[in-house]
């Protein structure tokens, strides 16, 4: 059975640009997460997805977006790109909202670098 | 509002020696409590969990960790280490209203041979 996998593993965009990161969940698997690992922050949430709708968002700026498609794929924008989004981006799958207390699964990350 | 504490940023063990990683949390509910691992460049892997019950859970890898209610703790244990464990380690509390996870800031985990 296949992971969650993220694409790309890394990038490095220029300040201002926008981004788009992509997260395949666990066959299956229909909420996926995605979470920001910064060396300052640590790993912090930034919004859930399930059956295409945002469920929950984290403390995190507008430029920050995401979305969900039919087959559970996510994929997640950043816009106006600033050098303190430079991050490790975590994407987690679960079968369904509320089946995190079974622990969540997590892919390698997308690691995003802004110059 | 709930957090995860880990108060030790950096340890370090020699090989074959028995390790134990801190957690403290603050929630107001019942905790569902997560180890996860990182290694360089890579994304977490779940080392074991807590919801209820017995206090001491198994783990993979051999880990294992113990539940306190009273010192709010749920400490991540092995009794030998291997070069292998290296790693970052993290603490993690499940917060069901929001079913997203409150990560502790971590604790890195070198091995001396």
């Known amino acids: 059975k296949a992971g969650v996998t993220q694409t790309p593993r890394y990038l490095i965009k220029t300040r201002g640009q926008q981004v788009t990161l992509s997260c395949s969940p666990i066959s299956g698997h229909r909420s996926v997460s995605w979470y920001q690992q910064t060396p300052g922050q640590g790993l912090q949430f930034l919004f859930e997805?399930?059956?295409?709708?945002?469920?929950n968002k984290g403390n995190f700026p507008g430029r920050f977006s995401g979305r969900q498609f039919s087959n559970s794929r996510s994929e997640m924008n950043v816009s106006t790109l600033e050098l303190g989004d430079s991050a490790l981006y975590l994407c987690a799958s679960s079968l369904n909202p509320g089946q995190g207390t079974n622990g969540y699964t997590f892919g390698s990350g997308t690691r995003l670098t802004v110059v | 509002a709930q957090s995860v504490t880990q108060p030790d940023i950096h340890i370090t063990v020699s090989e074959g020696a028995s390790l134990e990683l801190r957690c403290n949390y603050s929630?107001?509910?019942?905790?569902?409590l997560f180890w996860y691992v990182q290694s360089p460049g890579q994304g977490l892997q779940l080392l074991l969990k807590y919801f209820s019950g017995d206090t001491l859970v198994q783990g993979i890898k051999g880990f294992e960790a113990e539940f306190k209610r009273s010192q709010s703790s749920f400490n991540l244990r092995k009794p030998s280490v291997h070069w292998s464990d290296a790693a970052e380690y993290f603490c993690?509390?499940?917060?069901?209203?929001?079913?997203?996870?409150?990560f502790g800031g971590g604790t890195r985990l070198m091995v001396k041979p």
């Open positions: 997805y399930f059956s295409e709708t945002q469920r």
């Open positions: 929630y107001g509910a019942t905790p569902y």
């Open positions: 993690a509390l499940y917060n069901n209203a929001g079913n997203m996870l409150t």
